[in-house]
């Protein structure tokens, strides 16, 4: 859930204190964050509930804009999920078991259940349908929302290991060896049309761009939102950065959102 709204734009506390909620919209308003604000609780703030309850009041009551949603399961979802991560339920302080710390739970939200704008039943939701459910609820626009980040490296220097694809351009012919290209760099005019006018080039440019634009919506369809692609050459510096920038270019005209990073550069 709160990954699901950080991917959204959302600045999230996770396990609120409860006494800290007018606090943090207070400090929103007055410009401390520019991005909308998102809380999680959970039955651990039990105590606290009463106070977030008549809190959250006031905020509707001063006309902000809320919504409350209250995320519920059967409670042999429930059961088998604490089962599989092997996690004592948060109330189970004195052994009583996870059937009676269940039935405690929803005696003690009952009234914020009852509250609720919109109340998710997530049996059968894994993580990404999750994430879909609540990017419908907000009317967020899910298509082309992946971010593509581009990183130039050296070979010689190592893989980068947050790459999630790998493109080798040692193919073509290096400027390095070129006396009044080596000490420039890709980012320079003289490397890139050097490395654009070669034959392979433009090919494989095409090749390149139309294997990502089939990836790249089976990997949206996956609510995957960030796809790293590493692009290197022998140091780093000349051929790989043209080609970044390049296929960068060709991605923002096709409508997606490409990040850059030259990770050898200056090496």
Known sequence: MAKALEDLGYF???????????????????????????FVIDSREAEHLSQFIRDWKLLSARGLKTRLWFLDASDATLIRRFQETRRPHPLDKTGQGLASSIEQERLLLAD???MADCVIKTDGYHSHQLK????????????????VRLMSFGFKHGLPPELDLCLDVRFLRNPYFVAELKPLSGLDK???????????????LEKSIDLLQFLIPCYQAEKKTYLTIAMGCTGGRHRSPVLVCEIARRLELAGYKAQITHRDIQK
């Open 12 to 38: 999230v506390v996770d396990n609120l204190p409860a006494e800290l909620l007018l606090k943090l919209v207070e400090l929103s308003e007055h410009g401390h964050s520019q991005r909308p604000l998102a």
């Open 132 to 147: 879909a459910e609540i990017g419908r609820l907000l009317g967020a626009h899910q298509d082309n929302s992946m971010t």
């Open 112 to 114: 914020l259940s009852a």
């Open 190 to 204: 003289p490397v890139r049309d050097f490395v654009l006018a070669e034959p392979n080039t433009e090919p494989f």
